[in-house]
């Protein structure tokens, strides 16, 4: 693609790209050029470096989206209008139960693409569906929530508060969901697919997803239910 | 079984929209009919619709934004002659409820239809050419984009057919927007069209960070990219930050209008003034998403037609950065009336303020990179000279309502009106049509016609001023904006004035038109056979007009700024062109009718959400997840153009240019 001279064999260039441990490093010295690393003066980089890239891109733009939903929260936390307030509807337990469901699925998610780093099928697919089960766990556990919630009354339309509440924790739930599609979506292609090149770049994608969704529980449980049993 | 729709939903009794309907119905029908009466529908299904090649969805891109910027000129048409007709006792031939309508959909319909389809349409047009890479990062996506955006465009023109459209200003502010005060469909409308062009602009910015950051051919570092491209960076930077925003805010308002949520009513602990808040956090940057691409058309046509580098590149980066920082930091001073403080308005004051110190390096980079060149006063010039004079005092007044003190008597009044046309059309439209000048043999292959492009400038130039520099006086005498009707007779003669520039101004659009098919007729007198119409300087250039799907035959090894002068001025002194590369096999990506099948599902499920027909849009999301999947499925990514196609393109583009520079050896020779 590109009349950059090689200064190392191809082999040795290619694996060089498609080790992500070495994604983004290396191409700073003249001695080190990295073709296809995308910096500087090396020409375009590799799908697989522009795939990620571009995925990390959207994820920075969903968070952008997230953290409206969390300054509208911040905003309206104590726009009860007589109605419950955080205190009232946050249960410990279970939410500890869904953070440490959602936090361990991030483990197998690691651990499914460490077995996708040797191309080992078996175990990316009992990894993934470990991944999904735990996933399932969470959004089952916060439709529950949700459920007995709205039943003692404290449904989105009674206060501004309990509006943010609903739309900022359901708008993650609604993002893991989508992700459990994903994921459903992605086994069915590596089963009848296998290693091709763009599934690889998927699942590096997915993973991403995954982690990401991770990092924002994190502020909702910290912001939303920590914060809220202190208060 | 249809929701809120049925017959009492088409606007029967209402002449002007049903008729603007019939006809635009009969419009659609007659052209579907001739593509089919012509056998066209293969080729533009094969080369248009399902094309991701980054050029012809730049064209595709520009098409729907001149249609729609038409279709926003007509509501503001309407709106200059309801004022004028109706002042004191006369009522003018426009309802309220409709007046609303008009003034609602021409802000949505220029900023989202319009100009951004037409920022975006040179964005890619241009970015990869003038990178000197074959596409950008994801075609597809690219091609997803467009035609999001074109559904979003489809949804509010079937507004003026099929019930209503927001009667709430182009930002639908609550708590009138919500369902308490605006019960009808006429806001979701506005919702569910905006959030769809909305994830389309988000996926474009998203690709064009990518694209800039990732992809440039070896050699093109970032201090030798084209201005252009370093504006398109900062415009889908802004895109990224903020559209998200939007996204949200909207979300909140849809949640309050569809399932009684509190976000923004006035009951139940609802924050109104959040939504401002939000809306502009998103909103401000907007106008410099438009406006700071249309600084990179300006760039290169300055540069090119005084025949200098841009004076001051390096500055014009840092310039074009900090505007991009800067602009997030400004939004409140869009309600400095809601009462914040002196503390937090002077702060917002002082923001605004100094984001024009970025705009004042810009125009005087302009300015000195005239300065001692050989200026050609060609078309795109006078756009562009047309604009530093416009710019500059649309510049001012902005500052003026910069200050809070001096806002609170300005808000909201037609001051403020003219002021963002002022930068708007001063800035944005003129850049537009400057570079449709420019760049349009690089992509149709010849030149548009010189005088009809000078008589459409010096109508609009004169035109625009005519229009707006009454508001201005009108705005300072205290009429404020979004009047059906005026009570005082002394604001007659400026309203009349007014009427008269919007005569200008459709004069000057009647010329674009002319020009347009003029030069489509004597195609021949004006062809482009060098693919360098201009002495132009940067790659975008090097390629034939038009130029190949493939762009570049082989990638080119950038050497320093203004990579095609170096290689130009390279052939020049030799008299000759390079050797002739080794051509060798490139692969491309196959096209894919995603984009209209996801655009196809958008709408379906839009529409279905807008008249709440809930079956059909969940009906309409399996649909689009099922084409997501197919599409995952496919085998088949790229296909390879074989060398001696490269070869034979490649060829007869440095046939052409060889040509070129004996014939310019020639004329030096008989010159001397």
Redesign the interface.
Same mark, same amino acid.
């Given at each position: 693609?590109?009349?950059?001279p090689f200064p190392i064999s191809r082999e040795a260039v290619l694996r060089r790209r498609e080790d992500p441990s070495l994604i983004g490093h290396g191409a700073h010295g003249p001695r080190d050029i990295v073709p296809g690393a995308?910096h500087?003066?090396?020409?375009?980089?590799s799908k697989r470096?522009?795939v990620g890239?571009?995925f990390w891109?959207?994820l920075?733009?969903?968070i952008?989206?997230f953290s409206? $939903?969390f300054? *509208?929260y911040a905003?309206?936390q104590g726009?009860?209008?007589g109605g419950p307030s955080a205190r009232d509807i946050v249960d410990l337990p279970r939410v500890g139960i869904e953070t440490g469901a959602l936090l361990l699925s991030s483990f197998t998610c690691g651990l499914s693409f460490a077995a996708t780093n040797v191309r080992n099928k078996l175990w990316t697919q009992v990894f993934l569906a470990l991944t999904a089960l735990l996933g399932l766990v969470f959004v089952g556990l916060e439709l529950q929530e949700f459920i007995e919630l709205a039943a003692r009354g404290a449904t989105?339309?009674?206060?501004? $508060?309990?509006? *943010?509440f609903?739309?900022l924790v359901g708008c993650h739930g609604l993002h893991v969901s989508i992700g459990g599609?994903w994921l459903a979506?992605m086994m069915a292609?590596l089963q009848?697919k296998g290693f091709r090149h763009?599934i690889v770049h998927?699942l590096i994608c997915f993973n991403l997803f995954w982690h990401a969704l991770d990092i924002v529980w994190v502020g909702v449980f910290s912001m939303v239910y920590l914060m809220g049993a202190a208060a | 079984m249809f929701g809120k729709l049925d017959w009492s939903a088409i606007p029967i009794t209402q002449p002007i929209p049903m008729i603007t309907s019939v006809v635009i119905i009969l419009v659609i029908l007659g052209v579907l009919g001739l593509v089919a009466a012509k056998g066209w529908w293969p080729y533009l299904w094969r080369e248009w619709i399902t094309s991701v090649d980054h050029k012809r969805i730049g064209v595709m891109y520009g098409l729907l934004g001149v249609v729609m910027l038409i279709r926003g000129f007509a509501d503001a048409i309407m709106m200059r002659t309801q004022q004028a007709a109706a002042i004191g006792g006369a009522q003018g031939y426009l309802e309220p409820e409709h007046y609303n309508q008009i003034f609602s959909a021409h802000g949505t319909i220029m900023i989202f239809f319009a100009a951004m389809p037409l920022v975006i349409a040179f964005m890619n047009f241009l970015v990869p050419l003038q990178l000197g890479v074959r596409d950008v990062a994801f075609p597809t996506l690219n091609s997803v984009s467009f035609w999001l955006t074109a559904s979003g465009a489809l949804l509010v023109n079937i507004s003026l057919f099929v019930g209503e459209f927001a009667r709430t200003g182009w930002l639908p502010y609550p708590p009138l927007s919500e369902g308490t005060y605006s019960p009808g469909v006429g806001v979701d409308y506005y919702l569910w069209a905006v959030q769809i062009s909305g994830i389309g602009t988000l996926m474009t910015g998203i690709n064009f960070v990518t694209t800039v950051l990732k992809m440039r051919c070896p050699g093109m570092s970032y201090l030798r990219m084209p201005m252009f491209t370093w504006t398109a960076l900062a415009s889908s930077l802004l895109i990224v930050a903020v559209f998200p925003i939007l996204t949200a805010t909207l979300a909140m308002l849809t949640l309050d209008r569809y399932f009684g949520f509190h976000f923004f009513t006035n009951d139940a602990g609802g924050a109104p003034m959040m939504f401002m808040n939000l809306i502009w956090a998103w909103g401000h940057p907007e106008v410099y998403i438009l406006v700071l691409p249309a600084f990179g058309i300006f760039s290169e046509i300055f540069s090119t037609f005084s025949g200098k580098p841009l004076f001051g590149y390096r500055s014009m980066v840092a310039a074009t950065l900090f505007i991009c920082i800067v602009a997030m930091m400004t939004w409140l001073h869009h309600f400095f009336t809601m009462g914040a403080g002196a503390a937090v308005n002077t702060a917002f004051g002082i923001s605004t303020s100094i984001i024009a110190v970025g705009t004042g390096v810009k125009i005087y980079n302009w300015i000195f990179t005239m300065y001692g060149g050989r200026v050609r006063m060609t078309v795109p010039m006078l756009w562009s000279m047309g604009f530093i004079f416009t710019f500059v005092i649309g510049g001012m007044t902005g500052v003026l309502l910069a200050v809070p003190p001096a806002d609170f008597l300005t808000h909201n009044s037609m001051f403020l009106v003219a002021h963002f046309h002022n930068v708007i059309v001063g800035g944005v439209v003129f850049a537009l049509f400057a570079g449709l000048e420019f760049w349009f043999p690089k992509a149709f292959g010849f030149r548009l016609h010189e005088g009809w492009g000078k008589a459409a400038f010096w109508f609009a130039f004169i035109g625009f001023w005519v229009t707006f520099t009454p508001l201005y006086i009108l705005g300072l005498q205290g009429m404020t904006r979004r009047l059906q009707h005026v009570n005082i007779e002394e604001w007659r003669p400026m309203l009349l004035l007014s009427v008269v520039g919007v005569a200008i101004l459709v004069v000057g659009a009647i010329c674009q038109v002319i020009q347009l098919v003029v030069s489509i007729l004597q195609r021949d007198r004006l062809r482009d056979t060098t693919g360098d119409p201009w002495d132009g300087r940067s790659l975008e250039w090097a390629t034939p007009s038009p130029a190949p799907f493939f762009n570049f035959a082989v990638m080119p090894n950038v050497e320093g700024e203004e990579a095609y002068w170096g290689i130009k001025q390279r052939a020049i002194e030799t008299q000759q062109l390079a050797p002739e590369p080794k051509y060798e096999a490139i692969e491309m990506p196959v096209n894919s009718p995603v984009g209209v099948y996801t655009a196809f599902f958008a709408s379906v499920t839009g529409f279905a959400l807008i008249w709440h027909i809930w079956w059909l849009a969940a009906l309409a999301l399996i649909g689009a997840y099922a084409g997501f999947v197919v599409f995952a499925w496919r085998e088949v990514h790229e296909f390879e153009v074989p060398a001696e196609e490269v070869a034979r393109v490649d060829r007869a583009r440095r046939a052409a240019r060889e040509a070129a520079l004996a014939r310019m050896a020639q004329a030096e020779g008989t010159a001397s």
């Open positions: 693609m590109t009349d950059v995308g500087g003066e090396t020409g375009p980089a470096v522009i890239y571009g891109i959207f920075l733009s969903d952008v989206m409206c $939903f300054a *509208a905003v309206l726009a009860t209008a989105p339309q009674r206060s501004a $508060f309990l509006s *943010a609903y739309t599609l979506t292609q009848v763009e998927r | -």
